[in-house]
């Protein structure tokens, strides 16, 4: 029961993508050539990107993605954007070659790369020390560039989005026990949810991203799990209420992936060393990102948030360890990503105990 609950908890924080990026990408650097190092195109390409913005042309990541259009022509790439407000079009007019390239989150592009979509999973990096272990390897290790391609597609960059936290609409549900009974919002795209929550006997209330924060603020569902950067756009602390509260405990790394289909690139000369380039550059660039997330959890109100001992702590890391033991052997994750971050913990810690074991 442990384990299917911190499933689906885990796989609702997905319907925080949007508002996370929306609150993000405002403040970052837009890249110049001079900082890539990346020739000129010798001929012009021309490319369609789609991506998910919550708002629309109006938000943020809209915005940013415009910056990023101007200067690319000087690379002589001509890019259109399209604005998506529903990820699942988005998605689905990428698999549908509708677009060339497109930027959602990292768990829904999962059904194109299984590896790198399955980067985001429940408790495989615990701080963001290790996230930034995996970015900076995401920008230099060349067998990690293979990986990255899975068919036509490539995940060409991964964007951090902040830890997602447990929240509640009343403190006293801090055992899986007492979520007995309780709502939880679910990916009204990934049917088996439901099931598992129904198991456990919480109620699922289906949800997507337009809807699923008016849902808690409005009492409809008494869980769900977001990153601190979704929190005042959002307004979650209508849901938390007087009683609620947010579990410092991350539970799971939030991502974002921009992905493009490689035929396009074809006659481009050199065409995986310009992505390690981009690569690198993002990695140089992070601890922005990772400023935005800082000052994003800072900024909420210290009476919600809840720390637990290191006694829970421990219960809570061993609980996610084994439920991310099933889901792999179940076929949600991806085992070689799975090695892969585990050695990412282990070089942090290398005296933890499951260092020792080969069951993951």
């Given at each position: ?16 993508f ?30 369609k ?9 109006q938000?943020d ?10 200067q690319?022509?000087?690379?002589n ?11 699942r ?9 509708q ?7 990292t ?18 990096l615990?701080?963001?020390?290790h ?9 230099t ?6 990986l ?6 490539q ?19 801090d055992?899986?026990?007492?979520a007995?009974?309780?709502?939880v ?25 337009t ?10 569902v ?20 007087t ?10 790394q ?5 992905m ?13 060393n ?24 800072k ?6 948030w809840?720390d ?11 609980m ?8 792999t ?5 991806d ?15 290398p ?10």
């Open positions: 029961m442990t384990k299917i609950f911190l499933r689906n908890l885990l796989a609702a924080s997905a319907i925080t949007s508002m996370a990026a929306v609150a993000a990408p405002a403040a970052l650097p837009s890249p110049s050539m001079a900082a890539l190092d990346i020739k000129p195109l010798d001929k012009p390409l021309h490319m990107f789609c991506i998910f913005d919550l708002v629309g042309t938000g990541v809209f915005s940013y993605a415009k910056d990023l259009v101007l690319a022509r000087k690379w790439l001509f890019v259109e954007l399209k604005a998506y407000t529903d990820e079009v988005a998605a689905e007019d990428f698999k549908a070659g677009c060339d390239g497109v930027a959602i989150s768990l829904r592009s999962k059904q194109f790369n299984f590896f790198m979509g399955s980067l985001d999973s429940v408790g495989a615990p701080s963001y020390k996230m930034r272990a995996f970015i900076q390897m995401f920008g290790n060349e067998k990690l560039n293979e990255s391609i899975s068919g036509p597609y995940t060409v960059a991964i964007v951090p989005l902040g830890a997602a936290y447990v929240m509640v609409n009343d403190r006293k549900i055992s899986i026990e007492k007995a009974g309780k709502k919002a679910v990916l009204e795209w990934d049917k088996s949810q439901a099931r598992m929550v129904q198991q456990l006997g919480a109620q699922p209330v289906a949800s997507d991203i809807n699923f924060a008016g849902k808690f603020n409005n009492g409809q008494d869980i769900i799990a977001a990153p601190a950067v979704a929190f005042k756009p959002l307004e979650l602390y209508r849901g938390l209420g009683k609620g509260a947010i579990f410092r405990l991350p539970m799971i939030i991502t974002g992936s921009v493009i289909r490689r035929d396009k690139f074809k006659d481009v000369p050199d065409f995986d310009i992505v390690m380039k981009l690569r690198q550059y993002g990695a140089s660039q992070v601890e922005t990102v990772f400023g935005i997330i800082d000052k994003s959890e900024e909420i109100d210290a009476r919600y809840l637990l001992s290191p006694a829970e702590t421990e219960k809570y890391t061993k996610m360890r084994e439920a991310r033991l099933q889901l052997a179940e076929g949600v994750y085992k070689r990503m799975m090695q892969l971050l585990k050695r990412i913990r282990c070089k942090s810690d005296g933890n105990y499951e260092c020792a074991l080969k069951d993951e």
